[in-house]
Structures are given as C-alpha cells and as structure tokens.
C-alpha cells in the first residue's frame, strides 16, 4: 500500500512557499484532482500558500507562526484527501496519482491493527460504527468503508473519513445487511482494513 507523504518536516517559510506551490501547479488542471472538494482544497492551499509568502516577506514573527499553521493544515487536508482517493488501487496507479500532485509517496510500514463493531443506531435507518486501534499516538484518522456485497472488492465505497473512533451512517435501507470496515491513518503510517463486521439495518 502507497502512503502519501506531508513533506512538511524540516521545511522553513520560504521552503513551504515553494513546496505548495509545487503541489498547486500538479494539481490545478490535473483530471485526478477535478472534483469539487479537491479543487477546493488546491484553492485554500493556493491562498494559505500566499499569505504565508506574505507574511515571510514581512518577517513579522508572530504572523509568520501564524500562517505557517494555516498552511500546514491546508497541505495535510490535501494529502487526508489525496490517501482517500488512491485507497483499493494498484501501488503503481496509486504512486504515479501522488507523484502528479508533486507529493512524495513510500510504501506502507508496520501494520496497524484495529477491530470494529457495528450496532444500530439511535435513529431509524442508522448504524453507529466503533473501532479501537492498537497504539499510543494520538494522531489517527479513520477511513470508514460500506458495502452489501464484501467479496466484491470493487463494491467497497468510502461512507465516513473522521478523526474519531465512533461514527454514525444515516440513510440505510431497513431489512438490508450492510458490511463495514474501517482503515487507520496514523502519522503518515496507514494500516490494512479490518475484517468486515455486518448488521441488519431496522
């Protein structure tokens, strides 16, 4: 599995200007990244890129700290992004869709183990998803998956991505069975899914 790179460590102001307007020029026009949600992403790195350029050339301090975190974040919601879209591809596919975006990629490390379950939710018509994941470090994310069909590998579409260990899918045929599964992103380290856990929606 290809991991999306940050890129971000050891990078001054002046370097991040430049590193983001790499990704800007590999991703504007780029039919990988032509849905809404990415071309607004491009967009907000494009002006935290900016203000970050602003703001260096300033050499206010306070301000730079500032719009140094804006930028940071726009650039890790653009790789959350860019690591969702390549999940369930080949390694080549998925490498030469990062590397367009002048993102750097690596391939994925130690396994990270999660169990999942699933219980009806609250409201009609909902699932409520839990999950807990074998490690110590605070920064995960979860990539939530759903599907009627689990050994049709085509079929798993993407439900929830969250940073939460719990959430709730709303809109489900009642008298249906639906199959879950759950993917960990922790740090630049993305783990298997999990076994597939089902339930009879009410």
Not at 33 to 57: C, E, Q
Not at 84 to 93: C, E, V
């Amino acid at each position: 599995m290809i991991i999306v790179l940050e890129g971000l460590t050891d990078k001054n102001p002046a370097s991040k200007v430049k590193y983001g307007g790499n990704i800007i020029d590999g991703m504007t026009g780029n039919s990988n990244f032509a849905s809404p949600d990415m071309v607004a992403r491009v967009a907000a790195l494009d002006t935290a890129t900016t203000d970050l350029k602003k703001a260096n050339d300033k050499g206010v301090v306070s301000d730079i700290a500032v719009r140094e975190n804006e930028f940071d974040n726009s650039v890790k919601a653009i790789v959350f992004a860019v690591q969702a879209l390549i999940l369930g591809k080949a390694d080549d596919q998925a490498k030469a869709i990062v590397e367009s975006a002048n993102l750097g990629t690596k391939k994925q490390g130690k396994p990270i183990f999660a169990d999942l379950a699933a219980h009806q939710g609250t409201v009609a018509k909902s699932v409520e998803l839990r999950k807990k994941v074998t490690t110590r470090n605070k920064r995960v994310a979860y990539v939530w998956q759903i599907t009627s069909t689990p050994t049709d590998e085509s079929s798993w579409t993407i439900c929830k991505i969250s940073t939460v260990a719990k959430v709730t899918i709303l809109n489900l045929l009642s008298g249906k069975r639906y199959y879950f599964r759950v993917a960990i992103i922790m740090g630049e380290e993305m783990g298997e899914y999990t076994d597939a856990t089902s339930i009879l929606v009410n």
